[in-house]
């Protein structure tokens, strides 16, 4: 918390910069995956930008393997800092697009756990995600409380690479009424390779 609020005043991080607020909004919400998350999972934080949730997931989980990755550079450098200063292992970050990373065989259906919090919508977020998990692997995407129609709009998209609607987790952040939801699917079969398509492709024109 310390270097985020340090950093956050050369570059901007976060808009959140209470204490209080960092640790219910930033920290507690990004842990709320954990026990979604099998052990010695391989996992890929797309869109991680100030490391959320990725790094305070890596804090109280070590036995995961954990890729950060973000398209922004100063967004990594900080989170090198973080890892060195936290002497955090099996760790790395990638400067990197995610529509790049997962049209790239070494990335591809490589992880058994693609995460996301705050990055898009599900129709064009799975295309980020779901080419980079293995068959049986899942995608956990953290959203506010109304998901419905976001839902409705990402079926399509889930369908066409792959995937398939496991479950939809709901609760509040403790001590407050803020609500989440996490939305998790399996890929059930591979993702055709055209996807994901050339960076922006995704976002301006979600799979419908």
Known sequence: MELLLEWNEKINLTAITDPKEIILKHFIDSITISK?????????????????????????????????????????????????????????TIHGRAEEFGQNKKNREQYNYAISRAVANLATLEEYLLPLVTINGYTISMKGPEIEEELEQGKKSILVLGGKLEKIEKFELPQSDMGRSLVIIKKIKQTPLKYPRKAGMPAKEPIK
């Open 36 to 92: 979604q998350i099998k052990e010695n999972a391989k996992v890929v934080d797309v869109g991680t930008g100030a490391g959320f949730p990725g790094i305070p997931l890596k804090i109280i989980r070590e036995d995961i393997e954990i890729t950060l990755l973000d398209s922004l550079n100063k967004r990594i450098n900080f989170l090198n800092e973080v890892i060195e200063k936290l002497k955090l292992t099996k760790i790395e």
